[in-house]
């Protein structure tokens, strides 16, 4: 997402929100951006994989709600933002976000393991 009243013409990094906490895109925070400019930080990337991927809860959106993310009606779980109720990914979003920060060696982000993963 960007931030409100962006100037299209001379946006900088801290424009761009997350779509899940809304915290701007730092050089410490990262973002994996979806279709049409969501984005999800690493830090909701990491929480939201380890409830999808590794601890296997989350709940299928209602049928007028779509992944943010890819803004597809899905089956599979989603994990929604303790913060702003009316974004949620789908399982498959997360996992490919994921992917891509993971193999992004200049990062430094990688996927969560159980042993280090957040509580859900």
């Excluded at 925070?29 to 989350?58: F, I, Q």
């Amino acid at each position: 997402m960007q931030r409100e009243g962006i100037d299209h013409e001379n946006a900088e990094m801290g424009d761009i929100l997350c779509d899940f906490c809304h915290k701007p895109w730092t050089t410490e925070r990262h973002m994996v951006e979806g279709h049409r400019g969501a984005c999800v930080c690493g830090d909701c990337l990491t929480v939201a994989y380890a409830e999808l991927v590794l601890h296997k809860v989350g709940s299928p959106a209602s049928p007028e709600e779509k992944c943010i993310l890819c803004r597809e009606e899905r089956d599979d779980p989603h994990w929604r933002s303790p913060v702003f109720e009316e974004a949620l990914a789908c399982r498959r979003c997360i996992k490919q976000a994921a992917g891509v920060l993971h193999k992004d060696r200049d990062i430094g982000w990688t996927k969560p393991t159980t042993s280090e993963a957040p509580d859900s």
